[in-house]
């Protein structure tokens, strides 16, 4: 639910609640850390985001049917737990 209302603790979001001094990507400083971003971009995740797209396709570039598609859950999991 926190990747859909975009309240993951993610820097964009952690910054806007004065958690943290910059909304920035700690690998990219110039682009904030958002779920776009870390999902879709981020190049330190350029290999975890490859076995995303292994398990769905060309689906795994739509942040929609990432969030909200019942298919994408547990690839996207494990994306996660590969990024911490």
Known sequence: MALRTQHAP???HLHRI??????????CPN?????????????SYRRDRHELAT??????????FLLSDPL???PLVR??????
């Open 55 to 64: 398990a769905l396709g060309r689906k795994a570039s739509s942040l929609p």
């Open 18 to 27: 004065g958690k943290v001094p910059s909304p920035s990507c700690p690998h």
């Open 79 to 84: 994306f996660l737990n590969a990024t911490q």
């Open 72 to 74: 994408a859950t547990q």
């Open 10 to 12: 993610l820097q964009h």
């Open 31 to 43: 682009t904030n850390e958002t779920m776009s971003h870390l999902l879709l971009d981020c190049p």
